[in-house]
């Protein structure tokens, strides 16, 4: 257990907030902690690379996902996938919120709940709730793109993301095992 839990942010348009994200449990896991990672709008269905090496694994991690149906590429402009979505993360937030306050986790990472806020898929007050609420020495790590001021303010520690230079530029798609 930690003496003191931080908010962390980890946002911008660069690449990395995720593995970030994942880097800071390993770390966390090796030392004993217990971890939750929870990704929303990344279905288990999605096939990502880190969460596959944690299910290989005997690291002491859990994930879990929010299975709805949504596509990042058409969902934002879909009326009844936004309200879907909305109602399913304030669900899962509440009880993340709980999860939080009982400590069962010493350390929570919420992965894309900073680009839902931004998205306008969650308000700014449940999250805060969710801070507030959570134990003292819980650490709580938020990842994805456009963290808004309001959300930053709430942070202990904030890191951007920002791309200086990527293959993606030249048309170089996503590889398997690094962009994923």
């Not at 996938?81 to 929570?108: C, K, P, S």
């Not at 998205?119 to 449940?126: E, F, M, N």
């Amino acid at each position: 257990m930690l003496k003191k839990g931080l908010v962390e942010i980890y946002t911008g348009d660069g690449k990395g907030k995720t593995t970030a994200a994942f880097g800071l449990a390993l770390r966390a896991a090796g030392w004993g902690h217990k971890v939750l990672i929870y990704q929303f709008l990344k279905p288990s269905t999605l096939e990502i690379g880190e969460r596959f090496a944690i299910e290989r694994s005997t690291i002491r991690i859990r994930v879990e996902t929010l299975d709805i149906d949504w596509d990042m590429a058409r969902s934002l402009d879909d009326p009844e996938h936004r309200g879907r979505a909305r109602q399913a993360i304030a669900q899962v937030l509440d009880r993340l919120g709980e999860t939080a306050q009982n400590a069962f986790y010493d350390v929570m990472i919420l992965d894309e709940i900073v680009f839902c806020q931004a998205a306008g898929l969650v308000d700014i007050q449940d999250i805060r709730g969710l801070i507030e609420r959570r134990a003292p020495t819980v650490e709580l790590v938020l990842t994805g793109r456009g963290a808004t001021q309001a959300l930053i303010d709430l942070a202990d520690l904030v890191t951007e993301m920002r791309p200086v230079k990527h293959p993606f530029e030249t048309g170089q798609g996503p590889r398997r095992g690094i962009e994923y």
